[in-house]
């Protein structure tokens, strides 16, 4: 049980000084903010930095897989649409706050955000990430209307608009200006992503006609 604690305080320490400091902050200050005294605690529980960063993800990833995947069976139909599907992708991870307390998750995900925790394709595979394999690989089926590149590079952009939008409305509800449970800004979000993936294609050619600047 004493190893348990130990290394849940150093998860929850990791997750709130990397989103405060970044991924470089000194393990030592992170197993000094968990209460260890040992400087190698961290070596101990995780084996390395980037061990430390993937258990944070997946510590959370526990939480969020269930919401998500009970979102996505309210859904009808053999494919949502693409602002169900991102409420479905989203939502839970406005809940951590409300019925958590957890509250530097966004913040952290946006200091990592080209860690392969996040980046490597090969977590999809792994069945803690069903419902974002379902969110990704449904998205991509309401997007056919788009050229195939264009919409890969669209789907590959959504996770660090959607760390950076979070990680925004972290910081404005720990500043007091939203509430944590407010609708209207988190359908606002919501709504950005959605902007993201649909927007028209532009005619470059036809922007640098006559009067272009």
């Known amino acids: 049980m004493a190893v348990t604690e130990a290394r849940e305080r150093i998860i929850e320490a990791a997750e709130r000084l990397i989103a405060e400091r970044g991924q470089a902050v000194p393990l030592r200050d992170i197993a000094a903010a968990a209460g260890q005294r040992n400087n190698s605690a961290i070596q101990y529980h995780f084996g390395s930095r980037d061990g430390l960063i993937e258990a944070v993800v997946e510590h959370r990833l526990a939480t969020l897989e ?13 494919a949502a649409s693409v602002h169900g599907l ?6 839970p ?5 409300e019925r958590y307390g957890i509250n530097h998750y966004a913040r952290f ?3 990592i955000h080209t860690h392969p ?3 490597d394709a090969a977590n999809l595979a ?4 069903t419902s974002v394999r379902v969110i990704m690989q449904r998205l991509g089926d309401e997007l056919t209307a788009l050229p195939p ?3 890969i590079r669209r789907l590959r952009t959504l996770p660090t608009v959607l760390f950076a939008l979070l990680a ?5 509800v720990e500043a007091g200006r939203v509430e944590s449970a407010e609708m209207r800004a988190r359908m606002e979000i919501i709504d950005m992503l959605a902007g993201v993936l649909l927007a028209p294609v532009g005619d470059l050619a036809a922007r640098r006609g006559p009067g272009y600047r």
């Open 168 to 172: 925004d409305h972290e910081r404005a």
């Open 66 to 78: 269930v919401r998500r995947l009970e979102l996505l069976a309210e859904q009808t139909g053999s």
């Open 149 to 151: 590149g264009v919409r």
């Open 117 to 119: 925790a996040v980046t």
């Open 126 to 129: 792994s069945e803690a990430r």
């Open 93 to 97: 991870m406005f809940e951590l706050n």
């Open 86 to 91: 991102l409420e479905a992708l989203v939502l």
């Open 109 to 111: 995900l946006e200091q």
